[in-house]
């Protein structure tokens, strides 16, 4: 089964993979990528900001899938990082990412996390506050550098996306309020130990229309043209993350040649060189969750549960925003569709994946692919109920495979408590 979205972008197709042979040899639950679809996804997106003619930089947002041979395929493919943690900073390190091809970002960075990306000499550390940019002037004064610093300002932007992943509002915990940043810049003027090169913005995540990503780019590129005519050397406009994929059929988002050329006709008339941090739109639907069903039984309120050996431990996206994902059956029956009810182990009713899913009468043994599950899938996968974390396999277009993180054993989770 091949799906398409409206993106044109590859998005990974089921006979391609052969997820049987791999549910038989690996077990289940576990994440399969597909390699192809996040080169494809890469190359396509790069080459939508090469046709526009304006230096630019994409750093894949590591949040998003952060297995090491991922974030090592994104970096073949030519992109940089954007980093959250020193967690992720390292994860890139080892990735091989340099460190000038690193931004780090995050709402709360730690004394610890804020003296180690100094002493890296990252591309920029993204600031999030007036205390942020002081700790960062007194650290880098302390080791005898300048750090490279993008302030982040938050442009009380609606990205009409879920309000859990809504960053950009005023009453959001993310930057600067827009009208605050050049008082603040002004203040910090002779700070020795930093250099302002450029203002950092990210609105949210999964948006599907361009509007709100055009109009935080237009407020602050509007900023920097004018801390620029006031003597500040900025240099970039980081413009984050936040492109949305098709999660259900007969949606829409914009193509990467629209949200390319949109940010760079905010960006041209600046000078300003651009970057963004794409993270979902790579990585999200290069993946899927392959389970099985374990159990399946009549609902009293209508229709069927079909009850999955993955759950919201594996996928919490479906509990934690109400999020769809399609569910698939590996296999093609002629059994009649049913209404069903798919559902995980773990003992919440919200660890649900799908409510009234029309899917051929599902029995024990079916295999099921839970789609579009690259992105913000294993990275926010946990234990609860004891539950192991699922392997993460990588599959090439000649149908192999690989094993890139192995399914954790009791032993591992264990192994760092005491009695
Ligand atoms: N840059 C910054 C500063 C971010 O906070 C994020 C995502 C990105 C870039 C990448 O955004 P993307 O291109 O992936 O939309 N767990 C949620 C998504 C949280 C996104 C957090 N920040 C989910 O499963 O939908």
Not at 2 to 31: K, S
Not at 197 to 221: E, N
Not at 329 to 346: Q, W
Not at 352 to 376: C, H, K, N, Q, S
Request: proline share 6%; aromatic share 6%; net charge negative.
């Amino acid at each position: 089964m091949a799906v398409t979205d409206t993106t044109q972008a590859p998005v990974f197709a089921l006979d391609q993979v052969p997820l049987d042979r791999i549910a038989a040899a690996e077990g289940t639950p576990c994440y399969v990528y597909s390699a192809p679809v996040v080169r494809q996804r890469l190359a396509a997106l790069r080459q939508a900001f090469e046709a526009c003619d304006w230096p630019y930089a994409l750093h894949y947002a590591l949040k998003a899938n952060s297995s090491l041979a991922v974030a090592s395929l994104i970096r073949e493919g030519g992109a940089d990082a954007d980093a959250n943690s020193v967690g992720e900073i390292a994860l890139a390190r080892r990735a091989g990412f340099r460190p000038d091809q690193i931004v780090f970002t995050g709402v709360g960075k730690s004394p610890a996390e804020l003296a180690e990306a100094v002493s890296l000499d990252l591309k920029a550390i993204n600031a999030e506050s007036a205390g942020e940019l002081d700790r960062l002037d007194a650290l880098a004064r302390a080791q005898g550098r300048r750090v490279r610093v993008a302030l982040r300002v938050n442009p009380d932007v609606d990205a009409q996306t879920h309000a859990h992943i809504t960053t950009g509002l005023k009453t959001s915990k993310f930057g600067v309020p827009l009208d605050d940043a050049a008082a603040l810049l002004r203040e910090r003027r002779d700070a020795a130990g930093l250099e302002v090169i450029g203002l950092h913005v990210h609105v949210g995540s999964q948006i599907t229309s361009l509007g709100p990503l055009c109009a935080a780019a237009r407020k602050v590129a509007d900023l920097a043209v004018s801390l620029r005519a006031e003597g500040f050397p900025l240099s970039h406009l980081d413009l984050g993350g936040g492109l949305g994929i098709v999660y259900e059929r007969g949606a829409d988002v914009p193509t990467y040649e629209a949200f390319a050329q949109a940010l760079v006709d905010v960006a041209r008339p600046t000078g300003f060189t651009l970057i963004v941090e794409p993270g979902r739109t790579l990585v999200g639907p290069a993946g899927v969750l392959l389970a099985r069903v374990i159990d399946t039984k009549p609902c009293a309120g209508g229709g069927r549960f079909v009850v999955l050996d993955a759950g919201m431990t594996e996928l919490m996206r479906p509990a934690l925003y109400g999020a769809f994902h399609r569910i698939v059956p590996v296999h093609a029956t002629d059994r009649p569709l049913v209404p069903c009810h798919v559902v995980g182990p773990v003992c919440e009713s919200s660890d649900t994946f799908g409510r009234v899913r029309d899917l051929p009468e599902p029995a024990v043994g079916d295999l099921m692919a839970i789609m579009d599950a690259g992105a913000y899938g294993a990275v926010m996968s946990n234990t609860y109920n004891r539950r192991p974390l699922p392997p993460e396999l990588l599959a090439e277009a000649d149908g192999s495979w690989r094993v890139i993180r192995r399914r954790q054993t009791i032993d591992d989770m264990l192994a760092l408590e005491h009695a």
